[in-house]
Structures are given as C-alpha cells and as structure tokens.
C-alpha cells in the first residue's frame, strides 16, 4: 500500500506546474463553498458575541412601553430571573463642527468591571461620570475634566470621577458614540423617576432565553423584553444567494479543467497504461489507479481550499467589524462542520470530473497504446449534441410558454447553460467546416479553421471562455442597471431633506412630535410634505420583515415609486387608509410567499408578541427593501406596538432651502439628530449596491481566471495530441515562425467565436437571470452592459495569448524525426 501511494504522489509531483493548477482549480472552489457557507454565521456570530460583551453577560433587557416609561422589580415577574440590574438611561449629544456624537448616559447604582484611575461614588448625586480608556485617551480627558453634553435641549456638564477599562458597557465604545456612566441618585432627580427605572437587564435561570422572551411579552401589554443576542440581517441572504450563483459558474468551470487535466494525464502516461496491461494489470485496475490519484488531488485541494475559505472568512469578519480602528475584531472561530463539507465537497467535484476521461481507459488497446497510436478516446459528440440541444430547446420553451417569475426560472437557467455547453463544440465543429471552404486559398486562417474543427480541446476551449465572458457580462450588466434602477426610485421619491436617527424622549412628548412641531413652525417648509415613517423589524410565518408606520396619505405623496395612487392601487390602499380595523399593505412576492390574498388575516411577531391584521392592498413593492417590508398606519403601530419615535421624517422645501435649513439645523443637532438630502441618499444607496457588485464581480474574475487555467491546459494537450501533425507540416516547410502565427490564429480565432456566442447568450440569460431575481424578491430587469463588451473582450484576447505562448516556445523545440520515426 505504501509502495502504491508513493508511485501516485509521484506521478502527480512529476509536473508541478500542473500539480499547482490542478490543486488551485478544485482548491478555489472548495473555498468559495466554505466561504459562502460561513458568511453569514460568521456576521451574525460576530456581532451577537459583541452585544454580549457589551451586556455585561445579561440575556435580557426590559422597557415599559406605556406613556409613564418608569417601573421597578415588583412590577414585573421576576421569578426565572437572575442577576437583576436595574438602572435609568437616556441619551445625549455632543454637537461639534456640525458633526453630531452620541453618548450613552447610564444612571447606576455600582459597576463591576475593572477600573483604572480615580472612583466613582454612585450615592452621590452631583454630575460625575466614569467614561472608557478609549475615550479618554481619544478626546484627550483627565481625571477632574468636565464633559459637556446635550441632554433633552439643555447643555450638562459632567465632571469625569473615573476612567475605566474597556470592557462590558465600554466596550462598543467609539468617539462618535460611546458611553457614560453617572450615579443613579443623579439621573433620578433629573427625570423625577421616583426612585424607579426605565430599563431592567437580567439573566434567565433555565431554558430559552427566545421561549422566555415570547412568554414573558405575551403575558405582559406594556412590558417589553428583548433578547440582546438575537440579531436579524435583511440583504444578507440576497448576497448569499448571488454568490452561490456565482460559486456555481466557478464550479462549472474548474470541473471542465478537472476533466482536461485528466484527459491530459491518460494522453501522456499512454505507454505506462500500455505497459501495465502487457504485465497483466485489467482496465479497472487502471482506472482505480488513476481515480485515486484524482482522490489524492481533492485531499489536499480540499484542505487548502477549506484553510483559504476560513481566512476568507477571518478576512470578512475584520473587514465588518466595527472597533476596527482600535484594532479590536470580532471573534473569530473555525467551524469544523464547514470544513468537512468544502474536504467532501473537493473529492466529489474531482473525482466525478475525472470519472468520464478515466472511463476511456476501457476503450484502449494495448498495442496502440504502446505504439503511442491513440487518436481518439470518445466519440460520443452526436449523442451529446442532440441530449444538449433537447436541454436547451426545451429551456427556450419553458420560458416563452410561461415568463412569470417561478422556480421554473432556475431550472430553465441551469438548463440552457448546460445546453449551450453541450451543443456549442458540434455547432462550431460544423460553422468551422463552411469556413474552412471560404478561406481555403489562406493557408494560415485555413489550418486554424480546420484545427478548431477536429480538435475538441480547442472547441473546449471556446466552451470555457463562454462561460467565463458571460458571468463577467452578466455582473456588469447587474451593476449598471441597479444603478440606473436606483437614480429612477430615488426620482420618485418626492422630497428634499430626510430627518434621521432619531433619539427616543423620556418625556410624555416623543421627540418626533417635537421634530414635526418645529417644522411646522418654520416658514418654508411645505407642512403638507412632511412624512414621519416608523420602523421596526418583525416576523412573517418565520420570515424577518421590516414593518413600516406610515401617514397614508403622505407616504402616498412622498413614495411615488411604489405607485400607490395610480389606479391599479388607488382603490385598495385607500381602504388601507381609511381602515377602522388593524389593516396592512403587503408586497405581491411576499403575499406570494405566505399565500395570502386581499381579506385574509396574517400574524405578524414583533418583540415576540404577534398581532393580527387584515390584509387591505396588495402591492409590487419593486427593489424598496428588495419587497420585504409590509405597511401599517402610524396610529396603529403607537397604539398595538407602542412604538413611537420615527426611524425618519422625510419634507419639501418650498422656495430657499439653505435659508430654511439655517433655521432647521441648529435645532436638530441640539437634540442630536442627523439629516440628509435626496441627492445624499441616492448616492449612499448606489455605493451599497455597488459594494456588492464588487463582490460578485470578484467572482467573475476569479471565474475568468480559472477558465484561463483550463484554456491553458487544453492548449497544452491539444499541442501535445497535434505533435505528429505539426512535424508533417514541419517536414513539407511550415517553419517556427509560420507555427507561431498558426497556434496564435487559432487562440484569435477561439476568441472570436466565444465573443459572437457569448454576447447572444448572455442577452438571453440576462432574461432568466431577471426572473429568477424576481421570484427570489429583486423586481427589476437587467439590461445589457454594452460598455462592458470592448473592455472584457480585449482582456480575454490578452490572456488567451499569453497561454498561447507556452505551446508557442514549445512549437520551436519540435523534433521532427522523433515524432515521425515510427511512421
């Protein structure tokens, strides 16, 4: 056995040139899988991890959600609690150069953690606070320093008593929205709390910290309990599956080069075949050895790929976390489980790549096989052609019959990508034939064309840089219509300024009435504009959806893009309107997906509690939130959820807006609120969208360039089946120079046919690609990035030529009488 393992990792160290590719090809895509599978745990777990730091290792927090926000232990059932914190809080801004930073203040009655200069005496109920290391260091703060800071409108000074570590509380800390901690007895006079809270953490004795949270709000109206762990990301999953499209071409194309590589080892070690079966060895014997050595390539392709997927992992997880400017990252593990799955995934990609080029080996003859007399190994091209063309006509079918957006959009994708693949090398095979008789007085072009004709590895090659010119095609084209898409929703968004971040008031007055009060007070602003939309995060039937408070009518008014007054909505969003019940406005993809229609009644779980309404309209929600958000009345989510501040407030300037935000500015960053203009949004949500065109685009290239791996190594063989060939051409006068332009010919010539079939193609993918996004929630059509042609056209030239030149430097070494000496 160890005799057998060594001639194997012999045989694949002979050519270590191809050992790398090889090992690179199947190692990529093993590590793109583990990527995509641990991409959002690695989120998600990351910052969880941080909100527990930050907790100080609570699991629960509670609010009361009544008008009077205050309440102690004894107002809450506190038996499957432990480890009970009580404390008041509110926030305060500090406003500098027109930059707005956000300070936590926690009023408390102890601290725990570790402290490092000066002491705090919590009795006290003078205006001192213990602020971070961090802080301290960064805004350059003393023992004995006095920190000012906005609080409800009214300028505080705090003077610093104690710096502490940065741990618990402090850990998040940064200089545009840290933390501070002051006696409880202070805060208490201050907000006249009466010696109560307004927010009680806690750690829960036994079972689930989410099954005690649902309990717990369920039993109690006003009393609201959060799990701090829990954490939902709407766009993540979008990305996920956007990159196992992307992760499916890579596959695509490295098991094409899996499958080269090993015709390539058969063409070369034919006379060791040969030999083994003159001493007896049967075919199966054979092909065992020969799979095994494609096992042994996935074993440590696998592992590398898994290792290089996990630091794609520990790279993504610094690049989100938010301290690190201070050099602090989220916590990184390696999940095993990813690992074994990108090992098994590498040794079935290798090893099914292999089998069809390994299977030949039944059909070799030993004498030819010694003689080195093998032509051809598979002869299967017309049955391959027509199961190819099925696929792809039946795939055209599918789509004209029905062109909604369906699972069937997948299928019918999947299916003319491997029809294309199956039927595009018969096709040149014969278009190549009609041109061989044009250009037959051109010796050069010629010889190219018939070259490409009968040699299958260069109708391969075609094949490959198809498929890498049209994922390249197909993000470009993503990229430039989301932008497109993006300028024409923010057109229909009819408004001038968006207040945001907007703080909750511990007073009776929500800090939105107040917003919305002063913006009524202010001449210039078009009062009927102005549009508060509340938000909160909710559940579906299990799916996380963004639930929106919205005033009717203005919402109707700012938010043309979802067309809610054009008659096809006009009548049913007026009865949402005008609703006495609890009604919402559900997307068209979600109502879909939960099955629901117009009068059918739908939970939806927010904070654990789960509250009925009646669906009134049914709306396509387009790319707002890519569809995943429902619409209620502002009224009803104050009064059932009891959420009252605004997420943000949209108005129209009327006349000189400079002049009117002179006015609104002082006032927004005294309470410490931000804003922005339409103009400020727009480009922000291109940018995002961008970002994660990079990512897939990424892939693209990382796609091209493994299909380079795979021209590359067709070329390779195709030189190596050829070396008979050129030697005849060779002893009749073709000489190194005319050899050259025929190998370079025939890399133009490759070009150009996946050029021609590519753009077709992608034009027509771009349709499937369009309605598997609509079913999957991304309503919009993608149109083709004709800019993108030249540019990718012109770096595939590039690169085809440059692995052009390996075979083109072997071409000059040819021995003619070596290779003709049995003839």
């Not at 120079?737 to 992608?762: D, M, Q, Y």
């Amino acid at each position: 056995m160890k005799v057998f393992i060594k001639y194997i990792f012999k045989n694949m160290t002979e050519k270590k040139g191809r050992f790398v590719l090889l090992i690179l090809s199947i190692a990529l895509s093993t590590a793109l899988l583990v990527a995509c599978t641990g991409l959002v745990d690695v989120i998600k777990d990351g910052f969880t991890s941080q909100l527990t730091e930050m907790s100080e290792g609570q699991d629960i927090y509670v609010v009361n959600n009544s008008d009077n926000p205050y309440f102690t232990e004894q107002d809450i059932d506190t038996s499957n609690l432990e480890n009970i914190v009580g404390r008041l809080e509110t926030v305060g801004v500090i406003s500098e150069n027109e930059k707005i930073r956000y300070v936590s203040v926690s009023g408390r009655k102890s601290y725990d953690k570790s402290i490092i200069e000066g002491e705090m005496n919590y009795e006290d109920n003078s205006a001192s606070c213990m602020i971070s290391k961090r802080i301290a260091d960064e805004r350059d703060i003393n023992i004995g320093d006095i920190l000012s800071i906005n609080i409800n409108g009214e300028e505080k000074g705090f003077e610093v008593a104690s710096i502490a570590a940065n741990e618990g509380t402090f850990y998040g800390d940064t200089n545009n929205s840290f933390n501070i901690i002051v006696p409880y007895e202070y805060l208490n006079e201050e907000m006249d709390a009466h010696d109560t809270y307004n927010v009680i953490t806690a750690q829960v004795k036994s079972g689930s910290v989410k099954k005690f949270v649902k309990q717990f709000n369920n039993a109690n109206e006003f009393f609201e309990a959060s799990n701090i762990g829990d954490i939902s990301f709407i766009g993540v999953g979008t990305l996920n599956v956007s990159l196992y499209g992307m992760l499916s071409i890579v596959v695509l194309v490295s098991s094409i080069i899996i499958y080269g590589v090993f015709k390539l080892i058969i063409n070369e070690r034919l006379s060791v075949i040969g030999t083994f079966m003159s001493q007896g060895a049967t075919k199966k014997k054979i092909e065992r050895i020969i799979l095994s050595e494609s096992l042994m390539y996935s074993i440590i392709a696998g592992i590398v790929g898994s290792a290089i997927g996990e630091l794609i992992l520990f790279g993504i997880g610094r690049m989100v976390s938010p301290l690190a400017k201070y050099k602090i990252y989220l916590p990184f593990n390696v999940n095993y489980v990813h690992v074994i799955i990108g090992i098994i995934f590498a040794i079935i990609l290798s090893i099914l790549s292999a089998y069809m080029p390994v299977r030949a080996v039944r059909k070799l003859e030993v004498k030819d096989v010694i003689l080195n007399r093998v032509e051809s190994i598979n002869k299967k091209g017309k049955a391959k052609f027509i199961i190819g063309l099925i696929i792809f006509v039946a795939s055209i079918v599918l789509y004209e019959v029905d062109k909604k957006p369906s699972v069937l959009s997948v299928i019918e994708m999947i299916g003319i990508i491997v029809g294309l693949i199956m039927i595009v090398p018969t096709i040149v095979k014969l278009v190549s034939s009609l041109f061989c008789k044009i250009f037959k007085n051109n010796t050069n072009v010629y010889l190219a064309m018939n070259n490409v004709r009968t040699s299958k590895l260069l109708r391969n090659n075609i094949v490959l840089i198809i498929i890498s010119l049209t994922s390249v095609f197909l993000v470009s084209s993503v990229g430039e219509t989301m932008k497109d898409v993006v300028n024409d929703a923010y057109e229909e968004m009819k408004y001038d300024y968006k207040i945001q971040s907007i703080m909750a008031s511990n007073d009776r007055i929500s800090t939105t009435d107040r917003i919305i009060e002063k913006l009524n007070s202010i001449d210039g602003v078009d009062k009927d504009s102005i549009c508060p939309e509340l938000r909160t995060m909710g559940e579906i039937k299990g799916q996380t959806i963004l639930v929106m408070g919205v005033e009717p009518k203005t919402y109707a008014d700012m938010n043309l893009y979802l067309k809610l007054k054009e008659k096809k909505y006009k009548d049913d969003y007026e009865e949402f309107a005008n609703a006495e019940d609890n009604a919402v406005v559900i997307t068209e993809v979600k109502a879909k997906e939960f099955n629901k229609k117009k009068g059918d009644m739908i939970d939806i779980v927010v904070n654990s509690k789960t509250y009925t309404f009646r669906v009134a309209a049914i709306i396509d929600g387009g790319l707002y939130n890519n569809s995943t958000f429902c619409l209620i009345k502002k009224s009803d989510m104050i009064r059932e959820m009891h959420i009252k501040e605004a997420d943000e407030i949209t108005f129209k300037v009327n006349g000189d807006s400079e002049q009117v935000m002179d006015e609104v500015r002082p006032y927004l960053y005294s309470i410490g609120v931000q804003y922005s203009t339409r103009a400020e949004d727009t480009q922000k949500n291109i940018e995002n969208n961008e970002m994660m065109s990079k990512v897939i685009s990424a892939f693209s290239y990382l796609a091209m360039f493994v299909a380079s791996i795979g021209v590359l190594n067709n070329i390779v063989i195709c030189f190596n089946q050829r070396k008979k060939e050129f030697a005849v051409l060779a002893s009749v006068g073709m000489n190194v120079g005319k050899r050259r332009n025929l190998i370079l010919t025939e890399s133009l010539i490759c070009v150009l046919w996946s050029i021609i079939i590519a753009i077709p193609f992608t034009l027509f993918v771009n349709l499937l690609v369009s309605n598997s996004l609509k079913y999957s929630g991304l309503l919009f059509d993608i149109a083709f990035s004709w800019t993108s042609v030249p540019v990718f056209s012109t770096l595939i030239v590039a690169i085809i030529l440059l692995a052009s030149l390996s075979t083109v430097r072997k071409s000059k070494k040819l021995s003619v009488v070596g290779e003709l000496k049995y003839e």
